[in-house]
């Protein structure tokens, strides 16, 4: 493709990009069975795969969905290097779930796409679909940067983003390793994250808001503190969590699946804080809670 008409895709936007998920692939090589199903083995994921993490609890309730229920939605693929595959574009946990469940066959949509636009799909579906965190939609912003030359306001036109989200996103990637791991785990939200970027202390500033259960206001006032202020204000800090609560939220975590977070306060009473990686998890929390009649 060159510059030119990708320029002029680029243009066009998120919608157009949907709309060309629904043209007949060029240059289909593998055969697709009549149904628009495929052998479940010929299907390999996509190395450029933003996404890289995969919670055990979503991908065995998926599994059981689809023992139940099938495979409804599609899992959208490209033509594979290797004669008689497909690699994915988009819908890699579907598929992760599938072979949980048994499934032998899948149904596919298969689109002869380049690798640049393969990559805008799967960064598209994840981003709409609320599955990647903060850090893997950065990186795959990054890897369209450093692979195809886009601008962020390229990003922002063809993702269906704001050019600021974008920024903001990329910023991220300034964390120190500890801190994105924190993030990626669901620790902290993306909002707490964005505050540390300008924070003379980042990882112990991220320490003590998992610690104390601070809201994203809260971490935004102490980033913008003094490193002099800050370790004033550590002094007054209350004591680290004793054992027994450390007990109970890793009970509660393994309960549950979710992380929890437990904050006592000096008077008495306290706050419980529940962190959720996506909105099935969400959803299959209201659903455990409602069934038990709460």
């Keep these: 493709m060159n510059e030119d008409l990708s320029r002029k895709r680029l243009g066009r936007g998120l919608a157009a990009l949907i709309g060309e998920m ?28 933003p996404r890289r993490n995969f919670a055990e609890a979503d991908l065995a309730d998926l599994a059981q969905s689809i023992r139940e229920h099938g495979l409804v939605q599609p899992v959208v693929v490209r033509p594979a290097l290797q004669a008689g595959r497909y690699e994915i574009i988009a819908g890699e946990r579907r598929w992760r779930a599938a072979q949980r469940a048994g499934v032998n066959e899948i149904p596919v949509i298969v689109r002869d796409v380049n690798d640049r636009t393969a990559l805008e799909l799967a960064i598209i579906e994840n981003v709409q679909r609320a599955d990647l965190n903060a850090i893997e939609e950065a990186l795959g912003y990054q890897q369209l940067i450093d692979d195809h030359s886009y601008t962020q306001a390229d990003l922002g036109q063809v993702i269906g983003k704001s050019r600021s989200h974008v ?128």
């Design 22 to 49: 629904d043209k007949p692939a060029e240059s289909e090589k593998p055969a697709v069975l009549a149904d628009g199903r495929v052998p479940i083995e010929f299907v390999t994921p996509n190395p450029r795969n």
């Design 167 to 294: 920024a903001n996103t990329l910023r991220l990637l300034k964390l120190p390793d500890v801190v994105r791991d924190m993030l990626i785990n669901g620790d902290l939200s993306a909002g707490h994250a964005r505050a540390l970027i300008t924070a003379a202390d980042p990882a112990g500033l991220a320490k003590r808001i998992v610690e104390e259960g601070l809201s994203v206001r809260q971490a935004e006032a102490l980033a913008q503190m003094p490193a002099d202020a800050v370790a004033e204000s550590n002094s007054s800090r209350p004591l680290e969590k004793d054992p027994d609560t450390i007990a109970l939220e890793k009970l509660l975590t393994d309960v549950i699946g979710m992380k929890i977070s437990i904050a006592h306060k000096e008077k008495g009473g306290g706050e419980l804080r529940v962190a959720y990686r996506s909105l099935e998890q969400l959803d299959d929390l209201c659903r455990r809670l409602k069934s038990e009649g709460i």
